[in-house]
């Protein structure tokens, strides 16, 4: 019964700083940038976000299904899939989304090169987060939630000058702060390290 209750608890704290998460973003991001610049920056990123969403909710849901069973061969198929098949889908997301830009607007060509970084460092924070999540690990995923709420609206300041592509930036610091967050949880350190260990049959 007290393990339930610290697993309810632990879930309720995640929803809390995902919240919070959201809310910061929402309300400093447009008020830092303007509704100009964020407006362009939205408009840019919104069919890799897209693209990254729909790998991300079939990521998200078989890591925490398999991490449970502890099927570590296939869980590293997964991931090794997801991994290399979201740079893809952010380059040709962005390559699309950003295509009512002026053709002069040399910002363009940055959410074309960097999106795909984005949606590699993205992808690699979920395969973190739902490891941690199968794994109960609710201090992490607050952690990094809260860490998030912190770095997202700071960097996005800091990069404040460079216009649209301020939030690009900011959202790749965003992710990196996030992995790195994950990563020093033990537990899901080393169950990462035993699913990339693992020994996948080649494909027939």
Known sequence: MATNWKRYIGGAAVQAAITLSLATQAFFAPRILGSVDYGTVIAALSLPILAQASIETVLYALTIKWTSDRQLQVLKRLWLDALWA????????????????AAGDSSRLVFIVAAPFLLLLWIATTTLMGA?????????????????????????????????????????????????????????????????????ARRP
């Open 132 to 200: 941690a999540y199968a794994l109960h690990r609710h201090v992490a995923l607050a952690r990094s939630y809260f860490i998030s709420a912190l770095v997202l609206p700071a960097f996005v300041y800091l990069f404040r000058h460079l216009g649209p592509p301020a939030f690009l930036y900011a959202l790749i610091f965003d992710k990196l702060a996030q992995i790195a967050s994950l990563a020093v949880d033990g537990e899901t350190r080393t169950f990462s390290r035993e699913v990339f260990r693992a020994t996948v």
């Open 86 to 101: 979201a740079p893809v889908a952010g380059l040709l997301a962005a390559i699309l989304s950003t295509s009512s830009l």
